[in-house]
């Protein structure tokens, strides 16, 4: 069956540092992938997604690129700031199908 | 463009008492999910529906959690009798089926004591 594996946090990191957020994926046929955020007391946004192999999906300076060949959709910032602090789920999908979510990474952002 | 209308945001019962949770997806979305999210987790399918049609819910503990659907369009999940095990955010999703994107409503936050 399809099932998403993210990397645990929380992640802490300081403003403008680098950030990747790991997360592979198993799944039968051809997913789509995606990044949702949460941020405190709000409900779940959606970050970016990618359809097909290859496809990079990029949002807000966000970045994730679908690899196939590594099962891969890892999540990307270059320069993280105070308001990026949210919890971040990894999720895929096939067509109409309900979202498998990973269990969602926290990243706190401090100044 | 409205997003997905869930009420109540939250909800406290006692256990074994009956509870109710509304969902008003967004117009002209035919497909609506009930999702489960447990504190520190990723969000599991409850139901999903086609319309009015429940296509999906093998999930859903049909010994006390119902779903309907009347008329495609708005949705509500009830439970009944509520256990200290319900406690957790029930979210409802709605579908763009030409993006393939699902948008998901606030939630209600659920506390059974």
């Known amino acids: 069956g399809n099932s998403v594996t993210q990397m645990e946090g929380p992640v802490t990191l300081s403003e403008e540092a680098f950030l990747t957020i790991n997360c592979t994926y198993t799944?039968?046929?051809?997913?789509?992938l995606f990044w949702y955020v949460q941020y405190p007391g709000e409900g779940l946004q959606l970050l970016l997604k990618a359809t097909k192999a290859d496809d990079k999906g990029s949002n807000k300076g966000f970045e994730a690129t679908y690899r196939k060949e590594t099962t891969s959709f890892h999540l990307e910032k270059g320069s993280v700031q105070v308001s990026d602090s949210a919890v971040y789920f990894c999720?895929?999908?096939?067509?109409?199908?309900?979202?498998?979510f990973g269990k969602g990474t926290s990243l706190l952002v401090t100044p | 463009e409205a997003g997905v209308v869930q009420s109540p945001r939250y909800k406290i019962i006692e256990k074994k008492q009956p509870v109710a949770f509304w969902c008003n997806p967004i117009s002209g979305h035919n497909t609506l999910y009930w999702y489960l999210q447990n504190l520190g987790q990723g969000p599991e399918l409850l139901i999903r529906y086609e319309n009015e049609e429940a296509v999906d819910d093998s999930q859903l503990p049909k010994d006390r959690f119902s779903a309907e659907r009347l008329k495609g369009v708005d949705s509500t999940l009830k439970i009944q009798p509520a256990e200290l095990g319900d406690s957790a955010v029930y979210l409802c999703?709605?579908?763009?089926?030409?993006?393939?994107?699902?948008?998901f409503g606030p939630g209600t936050r659920l506390t059974v004591l």
């Open positions: 999720a895929l999908g096939n067509s109409g199908y309900a979202l498998n």
């Open positions: 799944a039968t046929g051809y997913p789509s």
């Open positions: 999703a709605s579908r763009d089926s030409l993006k393939g994107e699902q948008f």
